[in-house]
């Protein structure tokens, strides 16, 4: 099983837009879930948006909702993750992460994914 691998981040001024991509791991059919999670300095982990690979449902965290929108292309095995109006508070190291199931109640749940690739950084300035 290879690690997701992600790319895209980079500076950017609050109320721009900024296009993250997952070079998502190992047979993503089926039940498979890829996530994308983000920590903060001095922060836990936390939950931005997910996607089920077999039926393309997506979810996000409140926090991202209207802003952030998550989707995949299956012929390239990559996940996306659009991200507009970005305010300083986006800040942090993004990840992407992957697992071979699905359970709506362990979605945002760092614990319960199988495969991490190493972080991005996205930097918002004021």
């Known amino acids: 099983q290879v690690q997701p691998e992600e790319s895209g981040g980079r500076l950017v001024q609050a109320g721009g837009s900024l296009r993250l991509s997952c070079a998502a791991s190992?047979?993503?059919?089926?039940?498979?879930?890829v996530a994308w999670f983000r920590q903060a300095p001095g922060k836990e982990r936390a939950f931005v948006a997910a996607i089920r690979w077999s039926s393309n449902h997506t979810y996000s965290a409140d926090s991202v909702k209207g802003r952030f929108t998550i989707s995949r292309d299956n012929a390239k095995n990559m996940v996306y993750l659009q991200m507009n109006n970005l305010k300083p508070e986006d800040t942090a190291v993004y990840f992407c992460?992957?697992?071979?199931?699905?359970?709506?109640?362990?979605?945002?749940?760092?614990?319960?994914?199988?495969?991490w690739g190493q972080g991005i950084q996205v930097t918002v300035s004021s």
């Open positions: 992460a992957s697992k071979p199931a699905f359970h709506i109640a362990t979605m945002g749940a760092v614990k319960s994914y199988s495969f």
């Open positions: 190992g047979r993503t059919s089926g039940t498979y879930t």
